[in-house]
């Protein structure tokens, strides 16, 4: 709060007048980037659907990195994104998901989106270094006697750090909840 105020010119009491924590201004920061996110008309296929919901929910937390962070720790929501939310877990459901799975389906993907966003962020900051990441040097200098698949792949490391892998893990991560009727 106090860096807030120190931002806004104030100090952290005058802030403490118009909202009651942390955690309110967070909610009220959170509901006005969600209000603002697209609502993009999403296919009729129920299947369809829930991918290009996905999508847009991963499109608009990455745009705003710190916010992951928040909604990680699980204690936070914007109400106005219940729309993509209810989008999502109406589609899971109209797939032939019970309530309670399209409940659970939802979890996964969301702790697999938060994941994959995390996961990118600490890419683009491995690339600010400008240098080889560490992890590379190690997976790409293992003994082929000892870790034979490891050193085959090793020409392939870099490149698959390269490419956002979140299309290609949501496909399956949708259809593998799809068979959990």
């Not at 560490?134 to 034979?148: A, G, I, R, W």
Request: glycine share 6%; with cysteine.
């Amino acid at each position: 709060m106090r860096r807030v105020a120190t931002e806004l010119g104030a100090s952290p009491m005058a802030i403490y007048r118009h909202v009651a924590d942390k955690d309110e201004l967070l909610v009220l920061l959170l509901d006005r980037l969600a209000a603002e996110l697209p609502r993009p008309t999403l296919p009729a296929d129920p299947r369809d659907r829930v991918l290009s919901a996905c999508r847009v929910m991963r499109d608009g937390l990455a745009q705003y990195p710190w916010i992951v962070d928040v909604l990680a720790q699980g204690d936070l929501i914007a109400p106005s994104i219940l729309w993509l939310i209810e989008e999502i877990v109406a589609s899971l459901h109209a797939c032939g998901l019970s309530h309670a799975r399209a409940a659970d389906g939802y979890r996964a993907i969301w702790q697999y989106t938060v994941g994959s966003l995390i996961v990118q962020r600490g890419l683009d900051e491995i690339g600010k270094l400008q240098r080889p990441p560490y992890v590379l040097k190690v997976l790409t200098s293992v003994d082929p006697d000892q870790l034979p698949t490891l050193a085959a792949l090793a020409p392939h490391w870099a490149a698959a750090r390269g490419r956002d892998s979140y299309e290609l893990g949501l496909r399956p991560l949708v259809d593998g909840l799809l068979t959990i009727l």
